[in-house]
């Protein structure tokens, strides 16, 4: 069955340096992948979706990488700042027209002024 | 320009009890999509509506099920409610089906807490 794997460890640190998520998926080839934001009881934030003939995208200081072969995602947040302090979660199209949407389990963030 | 809305925040109820949440989407969205998480997890898929037709189902028990109105907004039933069910429903909007069901847009959620 499809899965998903994020680092179910959180990521601590410092302010101003890059962070980089990482999120993997097996049995399954997505048309596309999304990165999501979500904080404390709150609801998912869409930040960024790449196809699967797209390397690399940007907005911001926000950066995706997506690893067809190796199915693996990376999201990167460079010059981080304490408020980008969340939990971030990676998703995949479920299957083709239903916009269903598989998430990984998500990794918190934890940036340190 | 007004996001998803959810209600109601907060409900608490009883097992084997009945509930309803509702959802409206976005200003020019067509369809809505149900999910479930629980602590610690990631939102878990229930429903897709579109033009009141369910465009996909979840592997979840006939107990939920779901509709969606002329309006384009929606509800979610759970029957005979659980303790498991307890978690937070979140209602996700987004302009179509296809490629216009990439870019969703959630709700704040309604937190379940059932006792």
């Known amino acids: 069955s499809q899965k998903i794997e994020q680092n179910s460890e959180a990521l601590n640190i410092q302010e101003g340096k890059t962070a980089t998520l990482t999120c993997n998926y097996t049995?399954?080839?997505?048309?596309?992948l999304q990165w999501y934001r979500q904080d404390p009881g709150r609801g998912p934030v869409f930040l960024l979706l790449?196809?699967?003939?797209?390397k690399e995208k940007r907005k911001e200081r926000l950066k995706v990488t997506f690893d067809t072969t190796l199915k693996q995602s990376l999201f990167h947040i460079t010059a981080s700042q304490p408020a980008d302090s969340a939990t971030y979660l990676c998703a995949l199209e479920g299957s083709s027209n239903t916009g269903k949407l598989i998430f990984g389990q998500g990794t918190t963030l934890q940036v340190k002024p | 320009d007004a996001g998803v809305t959810q209600s109601p925040t907060h409900l608490i109820k009883t097992r084997g009890q009945h509930v309803t949440l509702r959802c409206s989407p976005i200003?020019?969205?067509?369809?809505v999509s149900w999910y479930q998480q629980v602590l610690g997890q990631g939102p878990q898929f229930i429903f897709q509506?579109?033009?009141?037709?369910?465009?996909g189902r979840g592997n979840f028990p006939d107990r939920f099920s779901a509709r969606q109105f002329p309006n384009y907004s929606s509800e979610l039933n759970v029957n005979a409610l659980l303790l498991g069910d307890s978690a937070l429903y979140l209602c996700a909007s987004s302009l179509g089906i296809g490629s216009l069901s990439y870019e969703q847009y959630f709700g704040p959620g309604t937190r379940l807490t059932v006792t």
């Open positions: 790449i196809r699967e003939n797209e």
């Open positions: 049995n399954y080839s997505p048309a596309y």
């Open positions: 200003s020019g969205h067509k369809s």
């Open positions: 509506y579109y033009e009141k037709e369910e465009r």
